[in-house]
């Protein structure tokens, strides 16, 4: 049950758009989760498991080393993800920086500050994932998320 569970997990990540990597890490998380609520499920209805299988999801901690040793073991592959699928527009790229040293030129030097002065972190997408062997490679956008202060 956990593997077909974690198989559906890994499926529909790489499914969506854009699709999510997918690391030893979540996949770590995942088992927890899964092997949690099949265990609560099993204390309502013993028909899930047999009562073994179940002391043995109690014990199991789901480690790094387990994650990887699953992905492997399921067809899964680490790949390279590569940078944006499409060339950068140059002309729109001048016009933006034309009208941003306009927007700017209104502003004094001194009331100015360095990026790493204003409090933002950019959270990036990790540079690699797991997929399945049979899947083709595509080149993904970097998307990220920014968190101020």
Known sequence: MLTKALIL???RARSVKPPVPITVESVSAKAKNIAANL???YERNMTIM????AEA???HLFSSTWSFKWLKRNNYISKQLHGEAV???LIAVADGTAKLREEIS???PEN???MDETGVIFHLLPR???VHKTEKSKRNKKHKKIIPF
């Open 112 to 114: 100015g500050c360095k």
């Open 9 to 11: 997990f890994c499926e």
């Open 87 to 89: 060339d950068v527009d």
């Open 39 to 41: 265990l609560v499920a």
């Open 128 to 130: 690699q994932t797991f």
């Open 50 to 53: 047999q009562g073994d299988e």
């Open 57 to 59: 999801l109690k014990l």
């Open 106 to 108: 209104h502003y004094h």
